[in-house]
């Protein structure tokens, strides 16, 4: 094996270990939006419960209560899926990872036999490793993309969220308790929202691949 | 890389003896590897660990066209024995892999197909090698749980796996037992630590005292050849085993 080729060899291998650092990162992160939504869900339905008691002064309460309670499904929806395609990474990279050690190998044996079928075999499985490569790179790209409808999903969160703080001032006797629910839902799809700014900026997306 | 020594050959039936590297980091035990072969084809005896399968495809490269390799027989299921699996499978996907029943689910983890496995009954059984009659003779807690030896009835020819074995230390380590004596310390331990029953090792002794053996092959240090196959059978059978 020449020194250029160990050298890039470490480097890919030193690379997807940071990669798969990186994937449990953001799944931790995912793990941390998952409560947080089931926390929005539990919020949402004692809202409804107290829109209620508020009457017709805090219908529209009600209404946005109602909807962010359905928000809060389809954010643990859009987490499972999201889940779905850590797994799929994680086991990209592990095969990626894998490859390497391989081909590694494949090369060192081709440096030191003289045997034709080596170069063959290692040919076939650089071919190999390169479907695989493009299978993490799909993979990273419908993540990005999943991640990216998650947000979307979150702004829209923010503006329900941002709507029950103005209905919560029209509810009359039961404005103070209205505000103080609306206020909390506010400061919970912020803190989801920050944690999917970062895993936007994750450098798993980001860096620069060559 | 290793170096490869013919042990025996009559016709094109052969047996190469894969050893020592002196390229191998200290951290890896050194490891044996044996190539049968017969009619064109071979069969490759615990091909040993992925990190050594450079050193053992070179030497056995130079000797025989690896993809005419068509099995892999292993003595039991450790990583020194065939982690290199999926890289031999590169060469003939469709080489089978002899192992014992008890490992036939764990080994899968160095690679293969549902296809590659045959798994060996304990009282073990008969493989073929282009017509060569092999045969995998029981030596179940030598060390293994699931292990066998290799016999080759024409060849007389026994491969033992890690019984026989010995960590030789730098300039003791020649590929044949030269003193019997000198040599066996180095095994003493080995076998009070590795083998796990007394009452495996009486029926194993028992069992190989009534074969036909001219060299005992294990798959760490140095090969048995003539009076010395017996007089390790002897030492073996009188040694308390299982003790830390």
């Not at chain 1, 506010?186 to 900026?201: M, W």
């Not at chain 2, 020649?174 to 003193?179: D, T």
Request: charged share 20%; hydrophobic share 45%.
């Amino acid at each position: 094996m020449t020194t250029d080729s160990l050298m890039m060899d470490e480097a890919s291998s030193v690379l997807a270990g940071v990669d798969l650092l990186r994937i449990v990162r953001i799944n931790e992160e995912i793990k941390r939006v998952v409560g947080v939504s089931f926390k929005i869900n539990i919020m949402a339905l004692n809202a409804i419960f107290l829109a209620k008691r508020a009457g017709t002064a805090a219908r529209g309460f009600g209404v946005l209560s109602n909807e962010l309670r359905v928000f809060s499904q389809d954010l643990r929806t859009s987490m499972e899926a999201l889940t779905g395609l850590i797994y799929g990474c994680v086991n990209a990279v592990s095969v990626g990872l894998q490859d390497m050690r391989y081909a590694r190998l494949l090369d060192e044996a081709s440096a030191l036999a003289s045997d034709a079928s080596v170069l063959a075999v290692l040919r076939r499985r650089q071919a190999q490793n390169a479907v695989h490569a493009a299978t993490l790179s799909s993979l990273r790209g419908k993540l990005k993309r999943a991640l990216e409808d998650a947000f979307q999903l979150v702004e829209l969160g923010g503006v329900l969220a941002k709507s029950a703080k103005i209905e919560a001032a029209y509810g009359q006797a039961f404005a103070g308790a209205l505000a103080q629910v609306s206020g909390e839902f506010d400061h919970v799809v912020e803190e989801i929202r920050d944690s999917l700014e970062s895993l936007r900026r994750s450098a798993f997306f980001t860096a620069n691949r060559g | 890389m290793k170096t490869t020594k013919t042990i025996f050959q009559q016709g094109n039936h052969k047996w190469v003896a894969i050893v020592r590297d002196p390229a191998k980091p200290n951290f890896i035990v050194d490891t044996n590897e044996y190539l049968i072969t017969h009619g064109g084809k071979g069969l490759i005896l615990d091909p040993g660990g992925a990190e050594i399968f450079p050193a053992v495809f070179s030497a056995l490269s130079a000797e025989f066209d690896p993809t005419s390799l068509v099995g892999i027989f292993a003595s039991h299921q450790d990583p020194d024995i065939c982690s290199s699996l999926a890289l031999w499978l590169e060469f003939n996907p469709g080489m089978r892999c002899y192992v014992s029943w008890l490992w036939s689910g764990f080994i899968p983890h160095f690679g293969g197909t549902a296809e590659t496995f045959v798994a060996i009954p304990d009282e073990g059984q008969d493989i073929s090698l282009e017509g060569l009659m092999l045969q995998a003779v029981p030596a179940h807690y030598l060390h293994s749980s699931g292990n066998f030896n290799l016999y080759d009835k024409i060849a007389k020819v026994l491969f033992s796996g890690d019984v026989g074995a010995a960590l030789l230390p730098a300039g003791e380590d020649g590929l044949f037992v030269e003193n019997f004596d000198r040599h066996i310390r180095h095994a003493e331990g080995f076998h009070r630590r590795w083998m796990g029953s007394n009452e495996a090792k009486r029926r194993w002794c028992e069992r190989v005292s009534k074969m036909d053996i001219d060299m005992l092959c294990p798959q760490h240090g140095a090969i048995y050849r003539g009076a010395d196959v017996a007089r390790f059978i002897n030492w073996f059978d009188e040694l308390q085993v299982g003790i830390v």
